[in-house]
């Protein structure tokens, strides 16, 4: 199995900050790493995918980059509704997997 | 606009079968993948499997032999069995729709996620 590491595990940070959450594989997954916004009670959301795409309808202050082993998805200008946990997962190999996840939690 | 709705017991007891169906609105089940995760409290999304409409599936090896996964396009539903279930099993259970398919999906419309209980 691909392991996907993410990090850090969570962060505090005020409305306006830039934050980066970075995403280790343990192999090579090309561009094809995806990153995810949950928060509780509501439909998942997909942020980014293939690295570096935007989602359709997603923010621009949201952008991923990145390939191979590493990744990094970046909020400019964080919002009070970015508040949330966000995930990386790869679909390079069959089985796809997910990083434990990084809160963005507020100062 | 794709929208997913888990629906199922939320409790189930131990060496009980799970049956959980989703249902699909906004777009044709036809044309695409779609996809169940899980998640159990406290921890990180795990990836169960995937079907399409002719009923091909991908399934996550650790749970293959508990799970069994089906697709009734005639009612725009895709539906997951597991049996053998254990506490390990409890978890928020999404359902989701894959953009793209295999190398290079993405999971672009999930439901909202159905909290499972396996408890006697």
């Known amino acids: 199995d691909i392991q996907m590491t993410q990090s850090p595990p969570s962060l505090s940070a005020s409305v306006g900050d830039r934050v980066a959450i970075r995403c280790r594989a343990s192999q090579n997954v090309m561009k094809f790493l995806n990153w995810y916004q949950l928060k509780a009670g509501k439909a998942p959301k997909l942020l980014i995918y293939a690295a570096s795409k935007l989602q359709s309808g997603v923010p621009s202050r949201f952008s991923g980059s990145g390939s191979e082993t590493e990744f990094t998805l970046t909020i400019n200008n964080l919002q009070p509704e970015d508040f949330a946990t966000y995930y990386c997962q790869q679909s390079f190999s069959a089985l796809w997997t997910f990083g434990q996840g990084t809160r963005v939690e507020i100062k | 606009q794709v929208q997913l709705q888990e629906s199922g017991p939320r409790l189930v007891k131990p060496t009980d079968t799970l049956s959980l169906t989703c249902s699909v609105s906004g777009d044709s089940i036809t044309n695409y993948y779609w996809s169940w995760i899980r998640q159990p409290p406290g921890k990180g999304l795990e990836w169960i499997g995937d079907?399409?409409?002719?009923?091909?599936?991908n399934h996550n090896p650790s749970l293959e032999s508990r799970l069994t996964m089906s697709i009734d396009t005639s009612k725009s539903q895709f539906s997951l069995t597991l049996n053998s279930l254990t506490a390990a099993d409890t978890a928020i259970y999404y359902c989701?729709?894959?953009?793209?398919?295999?190398?290079?999906?993405?999971?672009?419309?999930w439901g909202r996620g159905a909290l499972i209980t396996v408890s006697s």
């Open positions: 079907v399409y409409h002719n009923g091909l599936t």
């Open positions: 989701a729709k894959v953009r793209g398919s295999g190398r290079g999906g993405a999971l672009d419309y």
